[in-house]
Structures are given as structure tokens and as C-alpha cells.
């Protein structure tokens, strides 16, 4: 059974930064594709960024280029988005997840390529 935790979530204002944290449980969590996703009311989930299973490959939404950045590390079995510059339009639920069915696999970038999904964190940007 594969666990993902987010946190790091919270209230910031416009131009802020935050980091969100994703701890995936699991021996062979090193061997997924992950993704950030985000969603708000109303509106369909969609994909934020996305990790091949070494780090060596990402992938952006053109919304957050150049601000957002994600990382993982692979001996902590987490993974990470760094969200500078942060804008009220990036106000949303944030969920990571994971390939499990996938490994050692490219990037994803659909939502029906992942198979297991954190519980969420808010992210909300004050004007």
C-alpha cells in the first residue's frame, strides 16, 4: 500500500513563496513518476508539474514556468514544488501523485496515468 502526505500549504500573499512537500511510503517509491496537480471549485484537476523517476526530466504547466519548480529526492522518498511568485490564480487544493504502476517510466502528464494521491493541501494567495 502506497501512502502520499502533502504539507507546506497556507495563506500567502501575492508575490510569496511557498514549499510543498510530498513523502511517499513505500520501498520502491524511488521508482515512481510523480506530479503536482491542483484544483478549485468548480473546475476540472489539472496537472501543475511532473518528475520522471530519477529527477533528471520536469515537466511545467505555462502558468507556472519559471516560477514553480520541482524536485525530488529520492532517499528521503519525497518529493518536492517550490512555488515563487505566487499569484491569487494559483489559489487551489494541491495534490501530488503517483505512478505506481509505472516505473522507472518517463514523465506523465495525464491524470488518469497515476494511481495513488495525497489527501491535498490548501494553497491560497491573498491579493
Known amino acids: 500500500q502506497v501512502q502520499l502526505v502533502e504539507s507546506g500549504g497556507g495563506l500567502v500573499q501575492a508575490g510569496g513563496s511557498l514549499r510543498l512537500s510530498c513523502a511517499v511510503s513505500?520501498?520502491?517509491?524511488?521508482?515512481?513518476?510523480m506530479g503536482w496537480f491542483r484544483q478549485v471549485p468548480g473546475k476540472e484537476r489539472e496537472i501543475v508539474a511532473a518528475?520522471?523517476?530519477?529527477?533528471?526530466?520536469?515537466v511545467y504547466v505555462d502558468s507556472v514556468k519559471g516560477r514553480f519548480t520541482i524536485s525530488r529526492d529520492n532517499a528521503k522518498s519525497t518529493v518536492y514544488l517550490q512555488m515563487n511568485g505566487l499569484k491569487p490564480e494559483d489559489t487551489a487544493v494541491y495534490y501530488c501523485a503517483a505512478a505506481t504502476k509505472s516505473p522507472f517510466i518517463g514523465i506523465l502528464r495525464r491524470l488518469q496515468d497515476y494511481d495513488y494521491w495525497g489527501q491535498g493541501t490548501q494553497v491560497t494567495v491573498s491579493s
Open positions: 513505500g520501498r520502491t517509491a524511488s521508482t515512481y513518476p
Open positions: 518528475i520522471n523517476w530519477s529527477g533528471g526530466s520536469t
